[in-house]
């Protein structure tokens, strides 16, 4: 139909039908791509078996806690009677603080012998809805592990370039304790210029959250726009060359992933980034443009790989900083102008 609608149908009265069409095939592929993430109503989800015996990947680096060391996980398979069955579905696992579990890491693969629970609920009005935050990531179960519960394998099964990334984040953060940053001034500065919070004091985080810059200490929007900022204009020898649009925004474009690398491929960087790579292609086509489509394009390219980020409040507060800023950026500009 789709096909039919741009070949056949050109007349100007029908060109309503080409953009509805489109509409309509965006909306479908959006509920087929909800339909393969929404692992708890498929057949294979590690709590439709009756068994207490998992293998488990950690999709991240085990995070501490007051009282245990938490990680997400993906349930590679369960083991029910002899045999080894696929599963789907993510989880959450709070582990004994103890020296093995405090070397997991991103991707490494266990072996559990425990049952699940569900995510509870908030007990109190207004109370912040942990479980249903969690539910628009794909999580609704859980479990705590003593040290007798579970293996570790030898086996590493994380995606290679997320695996570096990290690995280049902890080289960075020995870098700074070679320098002599010690305590808070470490914990600060690895969240500034690495995005690292998990050395943050709670302390730490009361006082720049009370004071409205919390932000500050996630790596975000402001840091790859300075450095969008910065290189754009050490390269702009390159705009009286031929061709040297072209090439400054490919240098651009890598530099931006570069850094995202750099910081460990945390979600907001990865925003950031998606977000700057279509800015620039879109300058560097000299084409006119809307920036209104060029973030839509983003966006849409983000939800295409994980479309349950739309719920989540650092995906929406992006966007709605950015065109907040794109809109009202011109209308302040003209009253000083």
């Known amino acids: 139909i789709f096909l039919f609608i741009v070949f056949f149908v050109k007349e100007y009265t029908f060109r309503w039908v080409f953009g509805f069409v489109s509409y309509l095939l965006f909306f479908l592929f959006g509920v087929i791509i909800i339909q393969s993430k929404h692992y708890v109503e498929k057949e294979n989800y590690f709590n439709n078996y009756n068994s207490e015996y998992f293998e488990v990947q950690l999709l991240e680096d085990v995070v501490t806690k007051p009282n245990s060391l938490k990680a997400e996980v993906k349930v590679l398979s369960v083991f029910s009677k002899e045999n080894k069955i696929k599963t789907s579905g993510k989880s959450i696992i709070y582990f004994e603080v103890d020296s093995s579990s405090s070397e997991l890491k991103y991707g490494d693969v266990i ?23 969690l539910r628009n990531k ?6 705590y592990l003593t040290k007798d519960k579970w293996k570790k394998t030898n086996r590493n099964e994380g995606f290679v370039i997320k695996r570096k990334s990290l690995y280049f984040r902890e080289i ?46 996630a790596v975000s929007g402001l840091h790859v726009g300075i450095i969008f900022l910065a290189f754009s204009y050490f390269l702009f020898f390159l705009d009286r060359i031929k061709y040297g649009p072209y090439l400054k925004a490919i240098i651009l474009i890598l530099i931006l992933w570069s850094y995202a690398l750099f910081t460990g491929m945390s979600a907001s960087v990865l925003r950031a980034s998606t977000m700057f790579s279509f800015v620039i292609i879109g300058g560097m086509l000299k084409r006119k443009t809307n920036i209104y489509n060029t973030l839509a394009a983003s966006a849409i390219f983000l939800l295409i790989i994980d479309p349950l980020i739309i719920m989540q409040v650092g995906f929406q507060l992006s966007y709605i900083a950015v065109i ?3 809109y009202l950026q011109p209308k302040i500009y003209k009253l000083f102008y």
């Open 172 to 217: 960075a953060k020995d870098i700074l304790v070679r320098n002599g940053f010690r305590d808070e001034v470490l914990s600060v500065s690895s969240a500034l210029l690495l995005g690292d919070k998990n050395l943050l004091d709670r302390e730490t985080v009361l006082v720049y959250s009370s004071s409205g810059a919390m932000h500050v200490l």
């Open 324 to 326: 907040g800023i794109v």
């Open 138 to 143: 794909g999580i609704f179960h859980q479990c």
């Open 111 to 133: 072996l559990i012998n425990s049952g699940w629970e569900q995510v509870m609920g908030p007990t109190n009005p207004a109370q912040f809805n942990y479980r249903l935050f």
